[in-house]
């Protein structure tokens, strides 16, 4: 069922592009970490807000993208009461950095008092250098924790809130020692650091690191070592990057093939396993715990954007939705600097199309999550996410 795991990689490798899973190096923006970046506006008058999209892109995909992003945020304009704005959209050819510093800059000529995107890791990163001293923040769409900060936020999930939540949830049941299992590439890396960190900042303990070459056969050859060394290390749980349409099918089989006692030591997933029908089905996994977005809202938008525009909307088509309804709330609570960092950074957060989101003076967010496992084949939430700051769950 899980063969040609070369052809399977190609297709994460495809999604992940498109995903914005671009770990690349930030360029620093010299602007002191406490600035209150952002201009006051006129409530009187239309908010300008620029839309940066990968359109004019040579790949279908990003064309397509584009579209999805602005349908999402005109929709979140008609859905505004209070606050009105006024949306121009400009194309980064995909991810082209010098067309995403050039169109931010272009935007803000034109008036615009805060940028909404772009998608990709480094086009975000250009777009914020090159307006770092116009005084306007950038929402990017992009989940690249690597360049946040300064005068750019990013609204995509990102591993480090994910890890955080399932080691929060993981030591009320008593979970205190994780293995730690990647992947041997730079995501993997990644994935690790952010395993890593929420599990000593949430005060457990990282018993072991476990990594594997990306291919069916690098698993493969790992998995003897990778057995031994979870039975000897006490792991109550082995913490996976494994994505469901690369590694993790294999990742779930072939330990426990060898010997893993899964019941002993459950896998807890970075990625959600939901996203595959036939994943539920894995020995493996049964167990186990992920987590995933607030099933409500995710519903509730995609049964809007499809009734408006005939097709289902992208998955990440909703943070175009959210970083609009972020900057309308604001701006109809009758906030002159609603724009600025300290008000974008509030601490009640908002309320988006998978849940609740609160921005933070870092550039990252934190995004409510639930918590599933999967029993007899099904996938079940243990707990729900929260609708609010401040109480369980974060």
């Known amino acids: 069922m899980f063969a040609r795991f070369s052809t399977a990689r190609k297709r994460i490798a495809q999604f992940f592009a498109v995903t914005s899973l671009l770990w690349l190096a930030a360029c620093d923006v010299t602007l002191a970490p406490d600035a209150n970046v ?47 704005i006024n949306l ?33 890791g480094e086009a975000a990163n250009a777009a914020g250098v090159a307006i770092a001293g116009r005084d306007v923040n950038v929402l990017a769409f992009s989940n690249n924790t ?43 890396r990644v994935g690790r650091d952010a395993i890593t960190s929420a599990v000593q900042t949430n005060g457990a303990e990282v018993v072991g690191v476990e990594s594997y070459p990306l291919s069916q056969q690098g698993i493969f050859t790992s998995t003897r070592r990778i057995v031994s060394n ?15 349409n690369a590694d993790l099918p294999i990742i779930a089989t072939a330990l426990p093939d060898a010997g893993m006692d899964t019941q002993r030591s459950p896998f807890v997933g970075l990625t959600r396993w939901d996203t595959l029908p036939q994943l539920v089905a894995l020995p493996g996994l049964e167990g ?63 309320r988006g199309t998978a849940g609740v989101f609160r921005l933070l003076p870092n550039g990252l967010n934190q995004r409510g999550l639930a918590v599933a496992t999967i029993q007899n084949n099904q996938v079940v939430i243990l707990e729900q996410a929260p609708r609010s700051f401040g109480g369980a769950g974060f």
Do not use: C, W
């Open 38 to 84: 952002g201009q006051a506006i006129d409530l009187s008058e239309p908010i300008q807000v620029a839309l940066l999209v990968p359109g004019a892109s040579t790949q279908e995909t990003d064309n397509q993208l584009a579209q999805n992003f602005e349908n999402a945020a005109r929709l979140a304009i008609a859905d505004l009461e209070g606050a009105t």
């Open 88 to 120: 121009r959209v400009y194309n980064t050819a995909g991810g082209n950095p010098e067309q995403a510093a050039a169109s931010a800059t272009q935007a803000v000529n034109d008036g615009a008092k805060i940028i909404l995107g772009p998608l990709y």
């Open 146 to 188: 690597a360049f946040a900060g300064g005068n750019v936020f990013i609204l995509g999930a990102t591993f480090d809130n994910t890890a955080s939540r399932l080691v929060n949830f993981g030591q009320r049941l008593g979970i205190s020692r994780y293995m730690v299992l990647h992947g041997d590439d730079l995501q993997g």
């Open 230 to 244: 979870v039975s000897g290390s006490g792991a109550q749980a082995v913490f996976a990057t494994a994505s469901a």
């Open 288 to 350: 186990g715990l992920f987590a995933l977005p607030d099933a409500g809202p995710s519903e509730l938008f995609a049964n809007r954007y499809s009734a408006t525009y005939g097709d289902a909307p992208h998955p990440l088509a909703g943070l175009a939705y959210d970083g609009i309804a972020a900057i309308g709330a604001l701006a109809a609570a009758g906030n002159t600097d609603a724009l600025t960092k300290t008000a974008l950074t509030q601490p009640q957060g908002f």
